[in-house]
C-alpha cells in the first residue's frame, strides 16, 4: 500500500511528464523541440529550419516557455532557444526516435510526416 508521501511524489513526477507530453501535442513544437534537441538556435535560425512563418513560431515558442521546456538568453538583438533543463535531455532522442520524418513544402508552410516510436513516451515515464 503507498503511502501519502509516495503518492504526492508519484502526482508531481506525473504532472511533469504531462506538461512535457503537451508540449509535444503540436507538429509545429515537436518540429522545433527536434532542432533544439540538436544544437541551440536563434528565431531566426528555427524559422528557417522549420518553415514555419514568423507569428506562428513566436506562439508556439511562448507556449514551449510556459511549460518550461525551453530556455532562453539573449545575445544582442538576437534570442537564443535551448532545451531548458537536463532532465528534459529526451527530446535528444526525437529525431531518432521517429522512424521518418519528411518534409514537403506547400505554400508557405511544411508539412511534416511523422511516424513516432512509442518507446519516446516510455522514455518519458
Known amino acids: 500500500m ?3 508521501l509516495e503518492i504526492d511524489v508519484m502526482r508531481e513526477s ?9 508540449s509535444l501535442a503540436n507538429t509545429d513544437r ?3 523541440l527536434c532542432h533544439l534537441a540538436q544544437e541551440e538556435l536563434n528565431v531566426s535560425q528555427i524559422e528557417e529550419k522549420t518553415q514555419i512563418n514568423q507569428p506562428t513560431l513566436s506562439q508556439q515558442l511562448m507556449m514551449l ?3 518550461d521546456v525551453v530556455s532562453t538568453r ?10 531548458k533543463d537536463q ?3 529526451v527530446f ?16 508557405n508552410g511544411c ?5 513516432l516510436n512509442l518507446g519516446l513516451i516510455y522514455l518519458l515515464l
Open 2 to 4: 503507498s503511502s501519502d
Open 14 to 22: 506525473a504532472a511533469s511528464v504531462v506538461t512535457i507530453l503537451k
Open 30 to 32: 515537436l518540429l522545433i
Open 65 to 67: 516557455r510556459k511549460s
Open 74 to 83: 539573449r545575445d544582442g538583438k538576437q534570442i537564443y532557444y535551448s532545451i
Open 87 to 89: 532532465k528534459l535531455m
Open 92 to 107: 535528444q532522442w526525437l529525431p531518432q526516435k521517429f522512424n521518418s520524418v519528411k518534409y514537403s513544402l506547400h505554400g
Open 111 to 115: 508539412k511534416t510526416i511523422m511516424s
